[in-house]
Nanobody, 125 residues
């Protein structure tokens, strides 16, 4: 049983920053691919960023590239998403996810099997 718990969401003004955290626990062994996704009301879920923790390789959605940074602290079993220069269109519920995909297949694909409960991010103009 893999458990993921997000935190760090909140309300900020455009141009501000937030750092989201995802604490992992349970049977996470072998789940070396982790990602962040988001979903706004009335919109489809979209991938934001993914990281293959074996080699640290990452990939990002074009909409957040250069503003968001995904990272992972293996010692703390925690996934992070540093969000800078936030925009109103970044407003969404943010979810962390884990999977066993390896290397090339560790991307912001929609079929991650394990998900957290989400943390709300609201960016005002």
């Amino acid at each position: 049983q893999v458990q993921l718990v997000e935190s760090g969401g909140g309300s900020v003004q455009a141009g501000g920053s937030l750092r989201l955290s995802c604490a992992t626990s349970g049977s996470t062994y072998g789940h070396y691919c982790m990602g962040w996704f988001r979903q706004a009301p009335g919109k489809e879920r979209e991938g934001v960023a993914a990281i293959y923790i074996v080699d640290g390789s990452t990939n990002y959605a074009d909409s957040v590239k250069g503003r968001f940074t995904i990272s992972q602290d293996n010692a703390k079993n925690t996934l992070y998403l540093q969000m800078n220069n936030l925009k109103p269109e970044d407003t969404a519920m943010y979810y962390c996810a884990a999977a066993s995909y390896v290397d090339y297949w560790c991307t912001i694909r929609p079929d991650f099997p394990y998900w957290g409960q989400g943390t709300q991010v609201t960016v005002s103009s």
